[in-house]
């Protein structure tokens, strides 16, 4: 059967379409019992392991057991609670018996189109319920979106733990963990071009390393020619093959590189062009970097409060979208504009706060030098 999912907030826990409310000792025994299946538990164990710092009696338990076997009854088909005679209680649990949908191939194609569309628009939820009840719809979600829902997740120390998929089939998202962390961005951006000329690197990787990613290291090392190169060619590309996903992203890199040669009047007219397109292409990640990018400019102008304004519904939006690459992303770009403009004081001090808070949540500096390892080793 695939697993019961323990929510992080409240007793509550959902299987399926199922979802059951214990009371907080309810929950305990329960989860106690599901981490250790078919072992068999004394009533003497069970206090031991839910009550350590109480004096109930044996009776607790017995009561407790008749509670959650209520409560887990919708899921009978699948778990139960067994008393043995003389020993005590084990929780068993049976196999389901697979969809058939999974080997439909119509199915396949309509869920993998229906996952690119919140992926485009930036609907977290949505791809974190696809990807917890892919035995309910009848769908496996492919290895790509599974990288992709990892990525998005925050869920960085799997890329290395996840020994059975290769180097090559991981090396987009290594490359943009490492960025995250690494402070030379001209050495990020020599490993992106590495892996641009790699063939074993994914079309679909391969492409958004051209026209995106590179740019946007070549702006953040200030290759302000260079980057006006690229920019103008891949906007060209994006613009002449319709990548519909990419158009959003061109127009916030002109903006970034208007920001840095602080042209005014380029700005107006940029903003004005992105703003327009975001109604087209109302993609929620892109809405959320367009705010940090307006914030940006209001630091330009001197106005901070208008700033903070911008940079709080930014932020908001990519809570919403559940994407933390992107709270990373632009976390480092306030930094490094404030940087670039000269503004020390109380906003760059908490951006670097929340940039050391997010590396330690997410263990990136433990992360750092084993995937500097992996990018050597390959990215020759």
């Not at 309910?136 to 990892?150: A, C, E, K």
């Not at 733990?161 to 963990?177: D, G, M, N, P, S």
């Not at 994914?202 to 690229?230: G, P, V």
Request: with cysteine.
């Amino acid at each position: 059967m695939e697993k019961i999912q323990f929510s992080n907030t409240g007793y509550k826990v959902t299987y399926r379409s199922e979802e059951i409310i214990f009371l907080p000792r309810e929950y305990q025994l329960f989860k106690f019992l599901y981490q250790n299946p078919s072992q068999i538990f004394s009533r003497e164990e069970l206090l031991d392991a839910v009550w350590p710092m109480e004096d109930p009696v044996d009776r607790t338990v017995d009561d407790h057991i008749y509670r959650v076997r209520k409560k887990i009854d919708p899921l009978s088909s699948v778990i139960k609670i067994e008393t043995i005679r003389g020993q005590g209680y084990l929780l068993s649990t049976k196999e389901v018996h697979e969809s058939p949908l999974l080997k439909d191939d119509e199915v396949s194609t309509q869920v993998k189109s229906l996952f690119h569309k919140y992926h485009l628009y930036g609907q977290g939820d949505a791809l974190k319920l696809l990807e917890e009840n892919q035995n309910v719809f009848g769908f496996q979600i492919d290895l790509p979106n599974l990288l992709y829902l990892h990525f998005m997740k925050g869920d960085f120390s799997w890329f290395l733990e996840a020994q059975e998929i290769t180097f090559w089939e991981k090396c987009f998202y290594l490359l943009h963990i490492y960025s995250f962390i690494e402070p030379d961005k001209m050495k990020c951006l020599n490993y992106f071009t590495c892996a641009l000329s790699a063939e074993e690197i994914s079309e679909d990787h391969r492409l958004e390393i051209k026209l995106l990613n590179r740019l946007s290291l070549l702006i953040f090392t200030k290759q302000l020619d260079e980057a006006a190169t690229l920019l103008h060619q891949s906007k060209k590309e994006i613009y002449e093959k319709n990548i519909e996903g990419f158009i959003p992203l061109i127009l916030l890199s002109e903006l970034c590189l208007a920001l840095l040669q602080k042209d005014f009047q380029e700005m107006e007219k940029r903003m004005e062009e992105t703003k327009k397109n975001l109604v087209n292409y109302p993609y929620l990640r892109e809405n959320a970097n367009f705010s940090i990018v307006k914030g940006i400019y209001c630091l330009l102008k001197n106005n901070e409060s208008k700033a903070e304004d911008y940079f709080d519904e930014g932020f908001q939006l990519l809570q919403e979208a559940k994407f933390i690459p992107g709270m990373l992303i632009n976390i480092n770009m306030i930094l490094f504009y404030l940087d670039e403009f000269g503004l020390t004081g109380r906003l760059q001090t908490y951006y670097q706060e929340l940039k050391i808070k997010y590396i330690q949540e997410y263990k990136l500096n433990e992360l750092h030098s084993k995937i500097e390892l992996q990018l050597k080793y390959h990215l020759k």
